[in-house]
């Protein structure tokens, strides 16, 4: 088949839908699928091998999170309406497909059987944002073959019904390899507990702070590691400043982020909310570290089995992660089971169980279409 993968971001920037796109085109390309990447010119960086670039982007703050706009200019996507002509893509696969405004110029021009990937779980619908996201669900759903959520928190919030399009649910397909390589034997001397993500009020490293203020007396050979970036590090920086329990890190490469994984015991990941999956975790379990997370719908959902009520806390109660966090502290066997289901659990992840399904998908809407 020949693919075309609509990433409505930056590339260069680091993000779990950048991480899915790369990994899956890769895939499909190392299996005999030609698979073009589209996305915005970056800012910055150099351009992802294999991608072709259309549109500048912007970034701004929205739902309490950093995301991007894109707009392409005339020139541009008549260039990119003739390549493709050329390229004659056999599916379009957009991701994020109501994220302004290139993927929805990009795929105009292009047309053809089309696959949406819709990463965010809805705000409140009665909201105008919310009430607006829904509107643009409902539009493409009405214009493509088939949609997919990364699992059932997305989908509650989607429209469904007569003309609109089949949804499935399908993990993002992401290579764990390099985090399962990252794994290194725990020496059980001295607790290791790790944050990695952006330093913003939806991801909870706030909640984490104080777990970790009620956390830390109970546990005075741990450390916790903050990583990250963005517009709570300050206070970050100012939490962490004269502490030997806790220290901040600049937001990693993705060397030094498997490397922190790899060597921790365990990861949290307090997000408020607006997670529909849980990279994050998926890649925690690979390493050999211990999940603890919010209870929001996505990360559930990653670790819904029978350590759920170990590893899930309610969001916005730093109580109850400082005890899930003193719990598995204090209790080496309960951490090594729960290591041992992470890994099979990670391996279900892995793009090498996922990306058969996306391809049988796709060749399903084709026979659809014919």
Not at 63 to 89: C, D, I, N, W, Y
Not at 209 to 231: E, F, H, K, N, S
């Amino acid at each position: 088949m020949r693919i075309v993968e609509i990433c409505p971001y930056d590339m260069a920037r680091p993000g779990g839908v950048q991480n899915h796109v790369r990994d899956l085109a890769h895939w499909l390309s190392g299996h005999g699928h030609e698979t073009i990447i589209l996305a915005p010119r970056p800012a910055v960086h150099q351009v992802e091998p294999g991608a072709r670039t259309i549109g500048r982007q912007h970034l701004i703050r929205l739902h309490g999170t950093v995301t991007e706009v894109s707009l392409a200019m005339p020139g541009e996507l008549a260039a990119l309406k003739q390549a493709m002509a050329s390229f004659r893509p056999d599916i379009v696969h957009l991701h994020t497909p109501w994220t302004p405004l290139m993927p929805w110029q990009a795929w105009r021009a292009m047309g053809g059987p089309t696959i949406a990937t819709f990463h965010a779980t809805l705000p409140d619908p009665t909201s105008i944002s919310g009430g607006a996201l829904l509107l643009a669900a409902r539009y493409f759903l009405r214009r493509i073959d088939a949609g997919i959520v990364p699992s059932a928190a997305p989908l509650a919030a989607l429209p469904r019904g007569d003309g609109l399009a089949p949804i499935s649910i399908l993990p993002p397909a992401i290579d764990l390899a390099s985090w399962f390589e990252a794994s290194r034997p725990r020496s059980g001397q001295r607790l290791s507990v790790a944050f990695l993500g952006r330093l913003e009020q939806r991801k909870g490293v706030d909640v984490l702070m104080r777990a970790w203020d009620m956390a830390a007396p109970r546990l005075p050979a741990a450390r916790l590691t903050i990583a990250g970036g963005g517009p709570l590090q300050g206070q970050v920086a100012a939490w962490c400043e004269g502490r030997v329990d806790a220290s901040h890190m600049p937001a990693p490469d993705p060397l030094a982020a498997r490397s922190l994984f790899g060597n921790a015991d365990i990861v949290v990941a307090p997000s408020r909310y607006g997670e529909s999956f849980g990279l994050v975790l998926a890649e925690a379990m690979a390493a050999g570290a211990v999940p603890v997370a919010a209870a929001n719908a996505g990360y559930a959902s990653t670790l819904a089995g029978p350590f759920a009520s170990v590893l899930l806390y309610p969001p916005e109660e730093p109580e109850a992660l400082a005890n899930r966090i003193v719990a598995l502290a204090q209790d080496r066997a309960l951490r090594q089971a729960v290591c041992d289901w992470g890994r099979e659990r990670a391996r279900m992840i892995d793009i090498t169980a996922v990306a058969p399904q996306y391809v049988d998908l796709f060749q399903r809407v084709l026979a659809a279409r014919n």
